[in-house]
């Protein structure tokens, strides 16, 4: 009876490790497909297009939307945010707005992947403390 307990107990720990591994793990994400998108967008909107440009803003919401599926990223929202912004400021005609927005969403995409710092510290970045930096 006791062997059952003790199986479990050993089961459930390795279980657990490996979730809070996976749950750890540093996203790689590939957006070289939403940064080729991202220029038809400028292209678009220096061409005062607001057809192309919103074939352009739907088809990159597309690839935004199919690469979240595959995990849940904080950054691919705040790309796809930016993204929809710009196309309701191309559709009200103002370029200038959806020209800012598309490249706040390309300074997102160029960030470097950084590693995770457990801790509760921001991204990519530790903390000053008493001993230095950790």
């Known amino acids: 009876m006791k062997f059952r307990y003790i199986l479990a107990a050993m089961l459930l720990s ?19 497909a939403l940064l080729a998108i991202s220029d038809k967008m400028l292209e678009a909107a220096k061409a005062n297009d607001v057809a192309a ?5 739907s088809e990159a919401s ?38 800012s927005l598309v ?14 710092t457990f801790g509760g510290t921001a991204e990519g970045g530790g903390r000053d403390g008493m001993f230095g930096k950790y």
């Open 14 to 32: 390795l279980l657990s490790i490996g979730v809070a591994q996976a749950a750890g793990s540093p996203l790689h994400e590939d957006y070289t």
């Open 53 to 57: 440009f919103t074939t352009s803003a």
């Open 62 to 99: 597309d690839v935004a939307k199919d690469q979240g599926n595959k995990g849940n990223s904080p950054r691919l929202q705040r790309i796809s945010t930016k993204i929809k912004q710009a196309k309701k400021a191309a559709k009200a005609g103002d370029f200038a707005l959806a020209t």
């Open 103 to 116: 490249d706040e969403a390309r300074v997102e995409m160029n960030k470097p992947d950084v590693p995770p």
